[in-house]
Nanobody, 118 residues
């Protein structure tokens, strides 16, 4: 069983910063891609950022230059540093990991609320 525990969400003013963390535990095996998604009220869940096992990153255009995804393979943890936050960044943020070598499985975190408001 694999568990993902997210932390770091909260209420922040526009222009502020937050750092999300997602720690994986349990019978994990090899972690491949690690990613953050978000879902705003009334909208579909969207990919925010992804990082491969080798450290290659990719971002949705709306967060480029403001958000950085990173990972600590020794701790099985992925981070999302968010700066210059905007009200439109308000959403529930979910982490996802892809594990396995020959057979791949994906696991999701429970979500953490990020609210950007004055």
């Amino acid at each position: 069983q694999v568990q993902l525990v997210e932390s770091g969400g909260g209420l922040v003013q526009p222009g502020g910063s937050l750092r999300l963390a997602c720690a994986a535990s349990g019978r994990i095996g090899r972690i491949n891609d690690m990613a953050w998604y978000r879902q705003a009220p009334g909208k579909q869940r969207e990919l925010v950022a992804v990082i491969t096992r080798g450290g290659t990153t990719n971002y949705v255009d709306s967060v480029k230059g403001r958000v950085t995804i990173s990972r600590d393979n020794a701790k099985n943890t992925v981070y999302l540093q968010m700066n210059s936050l905007k009200p439109e960044d308000t959403a529930v943020y979910y982490c996802k990991i892809i594990v396995g070598i020959y057979s791949l499985s994906e696991y999701w975190g429970q979500g953490t609320q990020v609210t950007v408001s004055s």
